[in-house]
């Protein structure tokens, strides 16, 4: 497994519908990599940049274990074009409903990042989304007819409608926490009942909805679960 030091970790940018997006490609500076995966980010309005803990492990982690990744920071974020996110009618109309109008961007900004790996490794081989990064990389997916598995880290099912994966036939591994104000444990065990195979649920005690601490057991656990292992 290469080391950390032996990682390229390349900016990069690509258009998207709202302007130039910016992201990292992270690979094996020696390997070829194995796999492509596109690594969807939380919402701007709660940290959601390609700096936040989960994806920036996942993406470092997955690219040690010989994997090319791809994070990438939405319009309106970091150095990506767009309107700042974190505007005053923003803050107030999320905090209001729990989302925003720029949402719909923000699907056409993960349609990009998959576009752009797919000109770098020639497909996406995974689909990795954390929070609202989960909902937008699963609805990506279910209109893709290349990706090979889809994880989808602390789903926000209380707030999006995951109904597509209930026809999405392509694996699906779903983490969560016990204790996610997020992601209430019952609504996510019924909700996976009606979610097609093959899938698998884990839920453990870890840190609520963010991880801390518990990055490279995530990463551990979607590792195994790319390469078909229990």
């Not at 909902?135 to 209109?143: F, I, N, P, T």
Request: contains cysteine; negative net charge.
């Amino acid at each position: 497994m290469p080391s950390a030091a032996s990682l390229i970790q390349e900016h990069v940018t690509f258009d998207g519908t709202g302007g130039r997006i910016e992201g990292i490609l992270t690979y094996p500076e020696q390997d070829d990599p194995q796999d492509s995966v596109l690594i969807v980010g939380p919402h701007p309005m709660l940290g959601g940049d390609f700096d936040n803990n989960v994806i920036r492990e996942l993406a470092t982690q997955l690219a040690e274990r010989n994997a090319l990744t791809l994070r990438f920071n939405y319009r309106g974020v970091g150095q990506s074009d767009g309107n700042p996110v974190l505007s005053t009618n923003n803050i107030a109309d999320f905090w209001a409903r729990s989302r925003i109008d720029e949402e719909s961007g923000f699907a056409d900004d993960t349609a990009a990042a998959a576009r752009f790996l797919k000109e770098v490794y020639g497909c996406v081989s995974h689909v990795v989304g954390y929070s609202f990064g989960a909902w937008l990389g699963s609805r990506w997916a279910a209109e893709s007819e290349a990706v090979t598995s889809i994880s989808l880290v602390a789903p926000t099912i209380s707030q999006h409608d995951y109904s597509h994966l209930s026809h999405l036939a392509i694996s699906k591994l779903i983490v969560a926490s016990f204790d996610d104000f997020a992601v209430p444990t019952e609504s996510l065990q019924q909700q996976f009942l009606e979610w097609a195979s093959p899938k698998r649920l884990v839920i453990e005690n870890i840190d609520n909805h963010f991880f801390r601490g518990h990055e490279s057991w995530l990463t551990e656990t979607v590792e195994r679960f790319m390469r078909g292992e229990s």
